[in-house]
């Protein structure tokens, strides 16, 4: 397994050739929770076989979850690490990821997700099955949070597969073909994951999540048995980068947050013609419009 410290100025350039048809590239950005990374590593490795292979990026110097992370380079399944004193959050290590590897697809688990076991097999087996696949994801919201009649309509079979579509996945517990990276390219400055994958499926591939659900444990939702935010003093001690984007200060706030975005992507449009630039722009000035009237102030 190699590792390295240095350089985490990295260029965008991607690898061009796959190893083989099966094999899985998956990446795990540490920071500074070491219980919640012991727990979403060990269930990741745990559900990896010989074809897959762990890339581990530990972003800042937090010496608990360092020492930590560290002491898995000798594990089986981890392919590499590195070591980036400074936190360089998502965008960096993801293309490192995208640049560096050579597998048949890759995925980024996050270090507060546990995921399922036999996700890569459901995953690829439906790849393989489906050429029109990109990205497949796996659910991270509650039982709770999925309407039938808001989503029903965007569940669709595909041969023996069904797929809840929308145009991007979550960030966390996905399978995407290396062609869509090779087409994609990287994710761009200022690029969230989700716009990524709105490229993706504008591109003409098919994304959304396996349809009956494959769940990933989300440990930052305050709802999940293990999730340490049992408290609004526990928001502010373990805000997730989404959280802080969103300015979220109470727990009760953050669950809202969480079921607004499960409802978000159950009506979210499956149209390319949707995302389009010019279309955006427009719903994004009768938004702006709407809250300087004063006319929708409770609902952003």
């Given at each position: 397994?190699?590792?390295?410290?240095?350089?985490?100025?990295?260029?965008?350039?991607?690898?061009?050739?796959?190893?083989?048809?099966?094999?899985?590239?998956?990446?795990?950005?540490?920071?500074?929770r070491p219980h919640y990374t012991r727990l979403a590593l060990d269930r990741l490795l745990a559900t990896c076989d010989e074809s897959m292979r762990v890339w581990l990026w530990h972003n800042g110097?937090?010496?608990?979850?360092?020492?930590?992370?560290?002491?898995?380079?000798?594990?089986?399944?981890?392919?590499?690490?590195?070591?980036c004193p400074e936190n360089l959050r998502l965008r960096e290590p993801t293309n490192w990821l995208f640049r560096e590897s050579t597998g048949a697809f890759v995925t980024k688990v996050d270090d507060?997700?546990?995921?399922?076991?036999?996700?890569?097999?459901?995953?690829?087996?439906?790849?393989?099955?489906?050429?029109?696949?990109?990205?497949?994801?796996?659910?991270?919201?509650?039982?709770?949070?999925?309407?039938?009649?808001?989503?029903?309509?965007?569940?669709?079979?595909?041969?023996?597969?069904?797929?809840?579509?929308?145009?991007?996945?979550?960030?966390?517990?996905?399978?995407?073909?290396?062609?869509?990276?090779?087409?994609?390219?990287?994710?761009?400055?200022?690029?969230?994951?989700?716009?990524?994958?709105?490229?993706?499926?504008?591109?003409?591939?098919?994304?959304?999540?396996?349809?009956?659900?494959?769940?990933?444990?989300?440990?930052?939702?305050?709802?999940?048995?293990?999730?340490?935010?049992?408290?609004?003093?526990?928001?502010?001690?373990?805000?997730?980068?989404?959280?802080?984007?969103?300015?979220?200060?109470?727990?009760?706030?953050?669950?809202?947050?969480?079921?607004?975005?499960?409802?978000?992507?159950?009506?979210?449009?499956?149209?390319?013609?949707?995302?389009?630039?010019?279309?955006?722009?427009?719903?994004?000035?009768?938004?702006?419009?709407?809250?300087?009237?004063?006319?929708?102030?409770?609902?952003?």
């Amino acid at each position: 397994m190699n590792s390295s410290i240095e350089g985490c100025s990295l260029a965008d350039t991607l690898a061009p050739v796959m190893t083989d048809t099966r094999s899985i590239d998956i990446l795990m950005i540490t920071y500074r929770r070491p219980h919640y990374t012991r727990l979403a590593l060990d269930r990741l490795l745990a559900t990896c076989d010989e074809s897959m292979r762990v890339w581990l990026w530990h972003n800042g110097d937090h010496a608990e979850t360092l020492e930590l992370v560290k002491s898995y380079e000798s594990h089986p399944r981890v392919h590499r690490f590195h070591h980036c004193p400074e936190n360089l959050r998502l965008r960096e290590p993801t293309n490192w990821l995208f640049r560096e590897s050579t597998g048949a697809f890759v995925t980024k688990v996050d270090d507060d997700c546990l995921m399922p076991f036999g996700w890569a097999d459901t995953l690829r087996a439906a790849m393989d099955e489906e050429p029109r696949f990109g990205m497949l994801g796996c659910w991270r919201f509650q039982e709770e949070d999925f309407d039938a009649d808001l989503a029903g309509k965007k569940i669709q079979t595909f041969g023996r597969h069904k797929v809840l579509r929308n145009m991007w996945v979550e960030g966390s517990g996905y399978l995407m073909r290396r062609a869509c990276v090779q087409q994609a390219g990287p994710i761009r400055e200022r690029e969230s994951f989700s716009t990524y994958g709105i490229r993706v499926g504008c591109a003409g591939w098919i994304n959304g999540w396996y349809w009956p659900p494959l769940r990933q444990a989300h440990l930052d939702d305050p709802r999940e048995p293990l999730s340490a935010i049992k408290s609004d003093a526990d928001v502010l001690e373990n805000l997730p980068l989404s959280a802080i984007r969103a300015n979220i200060r109470t727990r009760a706030a953050w669950i809202n947050r969480l079921q607004r975005s499960a409802r978000e992507v159950q009506t979210a449009s499956i149209e390319p013609s949707h995302y389009h630039p010019f279309r955006v722009m427009a719903r994004r000035g009768i938004v702006k419009m709407k809250r300087w009237l004063w006319i929708d102030r409770h609902g952003y």
